[in-house]
């Protein structure tokens, strides 16, 4: 299930809990706020792993073209 679909999904049950149980609506409208926050922190570590994966890229090219300059 991606990220939008559980979104879909819960808009879905909020429009349902809303007419059917009013005293359940809160719930879905917190279950879509934690989702939130779970997306921001998985974008979060992607974003640093890119960051750390592109130095490691670059300390690695960095030491290749050394060597290849010392071994000419």
Sequence with gaps: LTYSEAISMLRKLQRYS?????????????????LEEMEVEKR???????????????????????MASHNC
């Design 18 to 34: 809303f007419q059917e149980h009013p005293d359940l609506a809160p719930t879905p409208l917190q279950i879509e706020s934690k």
């Design 44 to 66: 979060i570590k992607r974003s640093h792993q890119s960051r750390k994966d592109s130095v490691t890229l670059d300390s690695l090219s960095s030491t290749f073209s050394s």
